[in-house]
């Protein structure tokens, strides 16, 4: 398996990065493919939270390499608080390495992000104000400022300058504060001499390392539903961590990946603002929420639950070819009398079988619910599926015949090794 693909196949935070911790034994290369700080990705060693924004999730391991790829908005100070954060833990980042294709992210860009949220009115994306949207929209518009623009000091300070003395206009115009630009150049200057000996052409690296045998496994953050191609637009993130986004934000083509794992909670969550066909007001959404400590990792904002989607699910293996799927946080359903899934979708009395493209029709969709028999059992300690509760083997088993892949992982605690292998084959 030389290059795997771990992706969300909903809205976020399902998990991702303890499987990635997983799946690190046997790569040498993990990578991060888009988005930037928005991501906010736990990995839990022996009572020790490492909540990583940037730095791929891999470098918990000595043996790992880990590489920020050329589709990921870089926010330097994360960047280096990150570095300090994991150096004084005792984890060394010294062969971290930052696509020069990476685009920076800059103060303008989060200032930018705040106006547009503010301009929106009620009708705001809720997004987590760290500047991606901006970032990638200056990328877009080909004025942004990339990783390997460090190299040479006086052009980066002229670039600096440059465009924070355009994007001041706008700010002043939108009637926000104007960024001090000296301040900034000096700040940036700093931190780019710092960002120099990080930086490479990732693209060759990989390639090179999968020629002389690498494994590679490629982060994505957020998820399927967030895309902006084909997520519940507008209520999406900047970038495409679909599968195929994957290839454009690392340089490696579509036929080197041959496994692509979706991550899925054994339930919904979400957080911000768009359609949740699932979305729970009631007392069990209180009680995913609470014993599924459903609180954003970079916002602290509660996340929105509701019950598993396979509907989305079906979706996500559609866009992402994923060839399996691992069930995380099963154990929050350990006290529910009864589970549900939902497995089909209503609209206007009819049924439907496609995911809505549009966001206005997912927001009048009715699910159409399976009722199962809970366990009542703490699944934490269960470590062979023949050791899970009937009812608990029947879940999974419902999910695979529903989604139509085998599932592969299935979480059941929040520690590094709170997980079982379900499938072999
Ligand atoms: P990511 O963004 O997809 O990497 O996920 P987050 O780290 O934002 O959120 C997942 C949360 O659930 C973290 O607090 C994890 O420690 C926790 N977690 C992951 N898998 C499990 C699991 O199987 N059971 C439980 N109880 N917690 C889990
Ligand atoms: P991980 O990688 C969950 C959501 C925000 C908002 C929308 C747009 O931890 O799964 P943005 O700041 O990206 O422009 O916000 O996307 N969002 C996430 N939700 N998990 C994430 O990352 C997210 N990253 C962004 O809440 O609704
Ligand atoms: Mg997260």
């Known amino acids: 398996m030389p290059v795997t693909v771990v992706v969300g196949a909903q809205w976020g935070d399902e998990g991702k990065a303890k499987v990635i911790d997983l799946l690190s034994k ?11 700080h928005n991501a906010g990705h736990t990995v839990v060693v022996d009572g020790d939270k490492y909540a990583l924004q940037l730095v791929p999730s891999g470098v918990l391991y000595e043996h790992v ?24 833990r005792g984890i060394s980042c010294s062969e971290l390495k930052v ?10 860009h989060q200032a930018h992000d705040a106006i547009a949220e503010a301009m929106r009115g009620d009708d705001k994306i809720g997004t987590t104000l760290k500047g ?38 706008l700010i002043a115009e939108a009637g926000g504060e104007p960024l001090d630009v000296e301040d900034m150049v000096i700040q940036f200057g700093e931190m780019g001499a710092r960002l120099k000996p990080y930086v490479c052409d990732t693209i060759s690296l990989l390639h090179n390392g999968l020629a002389n045998s690498a494994h590679v496994l490629l982060e994505g953050a ?32 579509p036929r080197h990946i041959d496994r692509v794992v ?10 911000g603002a768009g359609p949740f066909v699932t979305e729970l007001f009631d007392e069990d959404g209180e009680t995913l929420g609470r014993v599924g400590k459903e609180f954003g990792t970079v916002t602290g904002r509660a996340r929105r639950c509701g019950w598993l989607d396979v509907v989305m699910l079906r979706y996500a293996v ?29 609209y206007r009395g009819e049924e439907i079988t496609e995911y809505p493209d549009r966001y206005d029709v997912l927001e009048e969709i009715e699910p159409v619910y399976i009722e199962l028999p809970g366990w009542g059992t703490a699944l934490t300690e269960k470590r062979e599926p023949s050791h899970l509760p009937q009812e608990a083997q029947d879940f999974i088993r419902v999910v695979e015949e529903h989604v139509g892949i085998p599932v592969r992982v299935v979480g059941v605690g929040a520690e590094r090794d709170d997980y079982l292998v379900w499938g072999s084959e």
């Not at 997520?231 to 993130?237: E, Q, R």
């Open 26 to 36: 046997e790569h040498t290369f993990v990578v991060r493919y888009q988005g930037g």
């Open 65 to 88: 390499i880990p590489v920020i790829a050329n589709g990921v908005v870089v926010d330097l100070p994360t960047l280096f608080s990150e570095v300090d954060m994991l150096e004084s």
């Open 99 to 108: 696509s020069s294709r990476a685009h920076l992210i800059f103060p303008w």
């Open 132 to 169: 991606i949207g901006p970032a990638y929209a200056d990328k877009a518009r080909r004025v942004g400022i990339r990783a390997g623009d460090v190299h040479d000091p006086e052009r980066f300070a002229a670039l600096i300058r440059d465009r924070a003395k355009a994007e001041n206009k």
């Open 222 to 253: 957020q998820a399927t539903f967030l895309d902006l191609d084909h997520g519940t637009y507008p209520y999406v993130t900047s970038s495409n961590p679909t599968a195929g986004g994957a290839c454009a934000g690392t340089g490696l083509g």
């Open 262 to 271: 979706g991550i899925t909670k054994a339930y919904t969550t979400r957080v």
């Open 318 to 346: 559609r866009l992402n070819s994923l060839t399996e799927l691992s069930l995380t946080k099963l154990d929050i359903l350990d006290g529910f009398e009864t589970v549900k899934i939902c497995t089909g979708y209503s």
